[in-house]
């Protein structure tokens, strides 16, 4: 089994993100020789037999990159080097110099996942006019198989077929989803959403090979289950989910840190009850014929509201229209090139053709 821990190894980051939900940013960073000793102390946890995921997480992660080479390199030589691979999540933007070289040579070992909104207007207005700062070609070239992580401003969205376009112009499979903690609720919104998802849903048919991003490629094949209580659970916080702050605090996830939620906030969510799956459901949102498969957030429900179940629902109407597109690709799809030859089994074929029936009766 791989288990995954996240460690936050600076409190620091170069941009100034619109939509940032780390609103606590301070000039914390932690030591090499922390970092090791949680790395260690979840070793003794696990059986010989498996594996630990360490994510660097920041701020932006490379602003202590002394610590991610000395980290890697200490278990490179160790006798956990073939139990041990890291994740790093960063901007970009510092990926140069002695940075790009270090991890060419490590990239055995380490995956970066780039966090890109978009062309040039689109991430420069989102993310600090970073575009020029970024090598994209490097991060597809050097890690093929990682995707992008594109967040969708109010800004950004009227450019969201043309953003997802561009960077699947360099190849990249594309986690895309909407910014917490932002003013969604504008009428015109989800009219520009429905336009810019009829505009993906033509760009997928013409283009097969290519795997949809995020917001077209909802698992509608699970609505016939409404599998409510294992898809509250799955994002982990609280339960499978392992997370240290700079100062090696744990917490639910990252979300739930003080970086991201303060002091206050982050002390009142050990109160939560993750275990009882029950507490954690949105009876408002329960009878919903799509909820098996709308994602939330605890840390910035808890956030926002005081409370993990209770949503934004400014989002609720984009989510709809997600899963209405998603159905509508897979319909089309089915249309176009015949379901046997979409590479479903057949029990996935009659999950998702009964998805289309359920999101085409009820949405």
Not at 75 to 104: A, M, P
Not at 186 to 199: G, H, P, V, W
Not at 236 to 261: E, K
Not at 302 to 307: I, L
Request: net charge negative.
């Amino acid at each position: 089994m791989n288990k995954k821990v996240t460690i936050t190894i600076t409190n620091r980051c170069n941009l100034n993100c619109t939509y940032c939900y780390e609103a606590y940013k301070t000039n914390d960073s932690m030591s090499s020789e922390t970092a090791k000793a949680i790395i260690l102390k979840e070793f003794s946890k696990i059986s010989e037999d498996d594996t630990l995921l360490i994510d660097f997480m920041g701020g932006e992660p490379f602003l202590n990159f002394e610590l991610i080479k000395e980290v890697v390199e200490f278990f490179e030589n160790s006798e956990y080097s073939n139990r041990i691979s890291y994740f790093v999540s960063t901007n970009g933007t510092l990926v140069k110099g002695i940075v790009k070289d270090w991890l060419i040579s490590h990239k055995h070992l380490i995956t970066c996942g780039l966090s890109l909104d978009g062309d040039r207007d689109s991430q420069n207005r989102n993310r600090s006019n970073s575009f020029n700062d970024i090598d994209i070609e490097l991060f597809q070239k050097t890690w093929p198989e990682a995707s992008i992580k594109m967040t969708v401003s109010p800004y950004s969205l009227k450019n969201l077929a043309h953003d997802v376009k561009f960077l699947h112009s360099f190849g990249f499979k594309i986690m895309n989803n909407f910014a917490f903690g932002v003013n969604w609720f504008k009428d015109e919104f989800c009219d520009i959403l429905k336009n810019q998802l009829e505009e993906l849903v033509i760009y997928y048919l013409d283009n097969p090979s290519i795997v949809p991003c995020q917001m077209l490629n909802l698992d509608i094949g699970r609505l016939a289950y409404r599998d409510k209580v294992n898809k509250v659970a799955s994002c982990g916080a609280g339960t499978l989910m392992t997370v240290y702050d700079v100062f090696a605090n744990n917490y639910p996830c990252h979300f739930f840190q003080p970086l991201s939620i303060g002091e206050k906030k982050s002390e009142l969510s050990k109160l939560i009850e993750f275990n009882n799956i029950s507490n954690l459901i949105d009876k408002k949102c329960e009878t919903c014929n799509i909820y098996s498969i709308c994602k939330t957030c605890y840390g910035s429900n808890f956030n926002a509201t005081g409370d993990p179940r209770k949503r934004d629902l400014s989002l609720c109407s984009f989510t709809k229209l997600s899963a209405y597109y998603t159905a509508v690709l897979c319909l089309e799809k089915i249309k176009k090139y015949g379901i046997e030859n979409l590479g479903w089994d057949e029990i996935k074929q009659t999950e998702i053709c009964n998805g289309i029936e359920d999101i085409y009766s009820n949405l």
